[in-house]
């Protein structure tokens, strides 16, 4: 499905097997060598679970929750692991396990505090809109109504992810799958195989038992429970492992007829609708329902469908394959202060339709302006990079210089032989 590189979860990328080591080549060469198939698949991910977070506006029926039984959000993740393949995957060798897995943690770190932050800054957007439009009811909203009831338990569930409010829940699944997977590239060292069948094996326990990280206060269980998300998360990773191993994704023509057929069946279901019609067939909800929280069969086959259509069509795979600075490929790069951005701006727009009577127009342009936001950070994020890099240049030339071995006379044995030689020249940058 391409070869960008990218961390889990957005932000810092790794360069791609098709570039040199950091600090090789220059950064925007890089940057120019990087497909950005999976930076504009993920930025698409991106803008559709923004649309999806401001409920009622016009765009939102054109979203994919509405013409299949898998979300942006299944899709966000399978994308990640594919990417996370060249940061942490592809690294995890004898000699580099330890600093790799160091990294892993460290990312699951920085997604621990932009979780806090963004849930503390949306509790105090809903707590302004309720004060000052005089409407207590929107702090029982989005799963604010224990913070309000309980706050010292409220507080500690908060800090130890144990509460989660509403559209706010995604960073900590991610989190808790980058803490497994060390253990799960272990496993990859032997057999990428093996990896897949543990990964498999707890998703299916997780789902048969119903089996999840709990909620505190509450004592229910994670919206979206990581146990069983590992699983898409693992099969990215897998996929791409594989590929750079020498490995290629056969392009089956019956796959692809069957993944076609079992695509049209789920538009049908969900636009007929079927819903009501039984087809558990007294199996386990994992294997024949719906079920988002335990990512059940009928979501994850779909989703993978979805994958394998992109990774063996080239003319489904090549739309996505845009230039270095389209807007989709430069939000993709900078995945995960565009989420962040996008979720307080969703949670903005929320607390505003609920204090004011907002039509389909108002609702439509706030999600304009939200995405034009995201854009414009993303594009700022880029420019400032790209400062940076200028300011280290003339650094590293310096060194460089320093560094060439200038020819000595004749009889002279180093520095202390050639007292008149100018110390290097530092550039002020």
Same mark, same amino acid.
């Given at each position: =499905?391409?070869?960008?590189?990218?961390?889990?979860?957005?932000?810092?990328?790794?360069?791609?097997?098709?570039?040199?080591?950091?600090?090789?080549?220059?950064?925007?060469?890089?940057?120019?060598?990087?497909?950005?198939?999976?930076?504009?698949?993920?930025?698409?991910?991106?803008?559709?679970?923004?649309?999806?977070?401001?409920?009622?506006?016009?765009?939102?029926?054109?979203?994919?929750?509405?013409?299949?039984?898998?979300?942006?959000?299944?899709?966000?993740?399978?994308?990640?692991?594919?990417?996370?393949?060249?940061?942490?995957?592809?690294?995890?060798?004898?000699?580099?396990?330890?600093?790799?897995?160091?990294?892993?943690?460290?990312?699951?770190?920085?997604?621990?505090?932009?979780?806090?932050?963004?849930?503390?800054?949306?509790?105090?957007?809903?707590?302004?809109?309720?004060?000052?439009?005089?409407?207590?009811?929107?702090?029982?909203?989005?799963?604010?109504?224990?913070?309000?009831?309980?706050?010292?338990?409220?507080?500690?569930?908060?800090?130890?992810?144990?509460?989660?409010?509403?559209?706010?829940?995604?960073?900590? =699944?991610?989190?808790?799958?980058?803490?497994?997977?060390?253990?799960?590239?272990?496993?990859?060292?032997?057999?990428?195989?093996?990896?897949?069948?543990?990964?498999?094996?707890?998703?299916?326990?997780?789902?048969?038992?119903?089996?999840?990280?709990?909620?505190?206060?509450?004592?229910?269980?994670?919206?979206?429970?990581?146990?069983?998300?590992?699983?898409?998360?693992?099969?990215?990773?897998?996929?791409?492992?594989?590929?750079?191993?020498?490995?290629?994704?056969?392009?089956?023509?019956?796959?692809?007829?069957?993944?076609?057929?079992?695509?049209?069946?789920?538009?049908?279901?969900?636009?007929?609708?079927?819903?009501?019609?039984?087809?558990?067939?007294?199996?386990?909800?994992?294997?024949?329902?719906?079920?988002?929280?335990?990512?059940?069969?009928?979501?994850?086959?779909?989703?993978?469908?979805?994958?394998?259509?992109?990774?063996?069509?080239?003319?489904?795979?090549?739309?996505?394959?845009?230039?270095?600075?389209?807007?989709?490929?430069?939000?993709?790069?900078?995945?995960?202060?565009?989420?962040?951005?996008?979720?307080?701006?969703?949670?903005?727009?929320?607390?505003?339709?609920?204090?004011?009577?907002?039509?389909?127009?108002?609702?439509?342009?706030?999600?304009?302006?939200?995405?034009?936001?995201?854009?414009?950070?993303?594009?700022?994020?880029?420019?400032?990079?790209?400062?940076?890099?200028?300011?280290?240049?003339?650094?590293?030339?310096?060194?460089?210089?320093?560094?060439?071995?200038?020819?000595?006379?004749?009889?002279?044995?180093?520095?202390?032989?050639?007292?008149?030689?100018?110390?290097?020249?530092?550039?002020?940058?």
């Amino acid at each position: =499905m391409g070869a960008a590189a990218k961390s889990a979860f957005p932000g810092k990328h790794a360069p791609s097997g098709q570039v040199a080591e950091r600090g090789s080549v220059p950064a925007n060469a890089r940057s120019q060598a990087r497909d950005t198939r999976i930076d504009a698949l993920r930025a698409f991910c991106l803008i559709t679970i923004f649309i999806n977070h401001v409920p009622g506006n016009p765009f939102e029926p054109f979203t994919s929750k509405n013409f299949g039984f898998s979300d942006a959000a299944e899709a966000f993740v399978l994308i990640s692991g594919v990417s996370a393949a060249y940061a942490y995957g592809l690294k995890f060798q004898v000699g580099s396990r330890l600093l790799t897995a160091i990294r892993a943690w460290r990312r699951a770190g920085v997604l621990y505090v932009a979780h806090l932050v963004s849930t503390l800054v949306t509790l105090a957007i809903f707590a302004f809109f309720s004060l000052h439009y005089g409407a207590p009811g929107l702090l029982q909203s989005i799963n604010i109504g224990p913070v309000i009831a309980d706050p010292a338990r409220a507080l500690v569930g908060l800090v130890t992810l144990g509460h989660q409010l509403g559209y706010n829940n995604i960073l900590p =699944m991610y989190g808790v799958i980058l803490l497994m997977l060390p253990l799960l590239l272990l496993l990859a060292q032997g057999r990428i195989a093996l990896m897949l069948a543990a990964s498999g094996a707890l998703w299916l326990a997780c789902g048969l038992f119903t089996v999840a990280l709990p909620t505190y206060p509450g004592g229910n269980f994670w919206f979206i429970n990581p146990l069983s998300w590992q699983f898409l998360f693992v099969i990215g990773i897998a996929a791409n492992m594989h590929v750079r191993r020498g490995g290629r994704i056969p392009a089956s023509v019956p796959l692809q007829v069957a993944s076609i057929l079992y695509l049209l069946l789920s538009l049908a279901w969900v636009k007929v609708p079927f819903w009501g019609v039984d087809v558990s067939f007294g199996l386990p909800a994992v294997l024949t329902g719906f079920d988002k929280t335990f990512l059940s069969v009928p979501r994850l086959a779909h989703v993978l469908a979805m994958a394998y259509l992109l990774a063996t069509v080239p003319a489904l795979s090549n739309v996505w394959r845009v230039s270095h600075r389209n807007p989709l490929a430069v939000m993709g790069r900078h995945a995960l202060p565009v989420f962040i951005a996008g979720t307080l701006l969703a949670m903005l727009a929320q607390a505003w339709t609920l204090t004011h009577a907002s039509g389909a127009m108002t609702l439509g342009l706030m999600v304009l302006a939200g995405l034009i936001a995201q854009v414009a950070l993303a594009y700022y994020l880029e420019w400032l990079g790209s400062l940076k890099a200028a300011a280290k240049r003339p650094a590293e030339t310096m060194q460089m210089v320093a560094a060439v071995d200038v020819p000595l006379p004749a009889g002279a044995r180093g520095l202390e032989a050639r007292p008149d030689r100018a110390p290097p020249v530092r550039v002020a940058s």
